[in-house]
């Protein structure tokens, strides 16, 4: 199974916007733009939300039959380990394969040993077409990349093994992601890390390094725009250089998660993406659960009302609901308006509040972060949440098609 040149990972919290998420892919392509969808959702979105791997295979089928959508789409098993992939076995066909937590334990000596010994051809300076300055590479650097990453790798090849003894390793598409980790990988550890793969075995289609700067959710990149450009077509050369170098499927992209919303990186990547004809996976997840909340604000009373109790609700509950979410948020809560001011916005102030049009008078990314961080307050209501959704489907659905669009897919791949 390949996977195609571009894709977008949408995740659903609730599950009910499918078709007007795909909506999105249609109009794009109507437009020129081709891009896939890839339906995913983490173990952590499940367990808040309270669904199974299933939901995730059936929203997607019932999404593309009911848009009579005849083009690629999948459906990714979120940053799965070794303890938790199994139930999603028979329902996805991407698995996002997270080893962040090994890196910095050590392999056995051996394993270590033999891995550099392998590589120790390659020290010296190696040109990257695309990197204008050689690589230089020690052999004590790559003993410890090796101490670094190898456990990592290993585990990786675990995963993938249990995987592909199900479900065969030809009908899956598989990505290793070490976004969730301290430091960005460098190129020459990016080099070495798929030298590892490789010689594990693991055809990976794509993989999510760590990149410079932050990656809150929902709102745009913070950090240094030049510094990350750099990274972004460094790591693209790398893979490039690793498909012929070693074997590795020549789909293998870039994965960039938390990319919702990135807007002031859109450019260079896809800038970069277009010179140098590489393809690009972005992975997004709740960025369309705020706009069912934007939705509901704006379909007036008992749709606004809900979505004034959800921040209510979110606002006494910071400390439980930001804590998971820690490195990925950054919220000064003094900016946060009370519960007070909020009960008396209109729809449109709490839309716009909401909406992320950074250059929006009333728009608040405190505010914003908080609420893309609150689902589990709107999972808690249940039926009286999703009953909500239903009867305002019009207005939620035109909000979530418009979000991925216009500020996403025409952005990003346009
Ligand atoms: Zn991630």
Same mark, same amino acid.
């Given at each position: 199974?390949?996977?195609?040149?571009?894709?977008?990972?949408?995740?659903?919290?609730?599950?009910?916007?499918?078709?007007?998420?795909l909506a999105?892919?249609?109009?794009?392509?109507?437009?020129?733009?081709?891009?896939? %969808?890839?339906?995913?959702?983490?173990?952590?979105?499940?367990?808040?939300?309270?669904?199974?791997?299933?939901?995730?295979?059936?929203?997607?089928?019932s999404?593309v039959?009911?848009?009579?959508?005849n083009?690629?789409?999948?459906v990714?098993?979120?940053?799965?380990?070794?303890?938790?992939?199994?139930?999603?076995?028979?329902?996805?066909?991407?698995f996002?394969?997270?080893?962040?937590?090994?890196?910095?334990?050590?392999?056995s000596?051996?394993?270590?040993?033999?891995?550099?010994d392998k590589?120790?051809s390659?020290?010296?300076?190696?040109?990257? %077409?695309?990197?204008?300055?050689?690589?230089?590479?020690?052999?004590?650097?790559?003993?410890?990349?090796?101490?670094?990453?190898?456990?990592?790798?290993?585990?990786?090849?675990?995963?993938?093994?249990?995987?592909?003894?199900?479900?065969?390793?030809?009908?899956?598409?598989?990505?290793?992601?070490?976004?969730?980790?301290?430091?960005?990988q460098?190129?020459?550890?990016?080099?070495?890390?798929?030298?590892?793969?490789?010689?594990?075995?693991?055809?990976?289609?794509?993989?999510?390094?760590?990149?410079?700067?932050?990656?809150?959710?929902?709102?745009?990149y913070?950090?240094?725009l030049?510094?990350?450009?750099?990274?972004?077509e460094?790591?693209?050369?790398?893979?490039?250089?690793?498909?012929?170098?070693?074997g590795?499927?020549?789909?293998?992209?870039?994965?960039?998660h938390?990319?919702?919303?990135?807007?002031?990186?859109?450019? %260079?990547?896809?800038?970069?993406?277009?010179?140098?004809g590489?393809?690009?996976?972005?992975?997004?997840?709740?960025?369309?659960?705020?706009?069912?909340?934007?939705?509901?604000?704006?379909?007036?009373?008992?749709?606004?009302?809900?979505?004034?109790?959800?921040?209510?609700?979110?606002?006494?509950?910071f400390?439980e609901?930001?804590?998971?979410?820690?490195?990925?948020?950054?919220?000064?809560?003094?900016?946060?308006?009370?519960?007070?001011?909020?009960?008396?916005?209109?729809?449109?102030?709490?839309?716009?509040?909401?909406?992320?049009?950074?250059?929006?008078?009333?728009?608040?990314?405190?505010?914003?972060?908080l609420?893309?961080?609150?689902?589990?307050?709107?999972?808690?209501?249940?039926?009286?949440?999703?009953?909500?959704?239903?009867?305002?489907?019009?207005?939620?659905?035109?909000?979530?098609?418009e979000?991925?669009?216009?500020?996403?897919?025409?952005?990003?791949?346009?």
């Amino acid at each position: 199974m390949r996977l195609e040149r571009f894709s977008m990972g949408v995740g659903d919290r609730f599950g009910l916007q499918g078709e007007a998420q795909l909506a999105a892919f249609d109009e794009a392509r109507r437009r020129g733009i081709e891009v896939v %969808p890839v339906w995913n959702k983490s173990n952590r979105e499940h367990k808040t939300v309270g669904t199974g791997p299933e939901s995730v295979r059936q929203e997607a089928d019932s999404a593309v039959a009911a848009r009579g959508w005849n083009h690629g789409y999948h459906v990714d098993a979120d940053h799965i380990a070794l303890d938790t992939v199994d139930p999603y076995i028979p329902h996805s066909d991407f698995f996002t394969i997270d080893v962040a937590a090994f890196i910095g334990q050590q392999a056995s000596p051996d394993a270590i040993r033999a891995f550099t010994d392998k590589q120790a051809s390659r020290v010296g300076r190696i040109t990257v %077409p695309g990197i204008s300055e050689p690589l230089e590479v020690s052999a004590a650097q790559i003993t410890q990349i090796a101490e670094t990453f190898l456990l990592a790798v290993q585990e990786a090849g675990k995963i993938y093994r249990r995987i592909a003894e199900q479900r065969g390793a030809e009908n899956c598409i598989f990505e290793i992601s070490m976004d969730e980790t301290e430091r960005p990988q460098t190129p020459v550890e990016m080099l070495f890390i798929l030298a590892a793969v490789a010689e594990e075995g693991i055809p990976i289609q794509t993989i999510a390094p760590k990149f410079t700067g932050r990656f809150n959710k929902g709102v745009d990149y913070v950090g240094d725009l030049t510094k990350f450009s750099q990274e972004f077509e460094q790591d693209l050369a790398v893979l490039a250089y690793a498909v012929d170098e070693f074997g590795l499927p020549d789909t293998l992209k870039l994965s960039v998660h938390s990319g919702s919303d990135k807007f002031s990186i859109y450019g %260079p990547m896809r800038e970069a993406v277009h010179k140098t004809g590489a393809g690009l996976h972005l992975k997004t997840a709740g960025t369309t659960w705020l706009e069912e909340l934007i939705g509901l604000a704006l379909s007036g009373n008992d749709g606004l009302a809900l979505a004034k109790e959800v921040y209510a609700q979110a606002y006494g509950r910071f400390d439980e609901l930001a804590a998971p979410y820690a490195n990925v948020i950054d919220i000064d809560v003094s900016k946060l308006p009370s519960v007070e001011t909020v009960g008396e916005w209109s729809g449109e102030q709490f839309a716009s509040a909401l909406r992320h049009v950074p250059e929006h008078q009333e728009f608040n990314p405190h505010f914003r972060q908080l609420l893309h961080v609150g689902y589990k307050v709107a999972a808690e209501m249940g039926d009286r949440y999703l009953d909500a959704l239903k009867r305002n489907a019009t207005v939620v659905g035109e909000n979530v098609t418009e979000n991925i669009l216009d500020r996403h897919l025409l952005r990003v791949f346009g």
